[in-house]
């Protein structure tokens, strides 16, 4: 008897361990960077719009199927720099430096 209340608690904890470490929706995460920001109500719907604008944009370009690949990567970097001046108007400089440092920490490999 004892061991199955042993191995029920241990099963119990593995699980409350496990799930602390699930990772964060997007969306949850895009708006606590945006607190951090300090964006007002107006740019943070403005950044939302433009992130959508640029999933929408590159997946448009990626299925192209008239592009051959050296022309879907052309196209893609001058996308990205549309993209980047947009953000550039939206944001400070002070803000869009947070911005990037988060992009970029979203791309890190986990350890």
Known sequence: MKKIIVLCAILLMTTVTFAQ???????????????????????????HDLIAENGKGQKTIKDDPA????????????????ITTKEKAILTPEQFQIWRDFGKSLNKPKP
């Open 21 to 47: 470490d699930k990772p964060k929706d997007m969306k949850v995460l895009r708006d606590s960077i945006f607190t951090v920001m300090k964006l007002s109500n107006v740019n943070r719907q403005k950044m």
């Open 67 to 82: 592009l051959f690949y050296d022309q879907r990567q052309e196209k893609l970097e001058a996308w990205k720099k549309d």
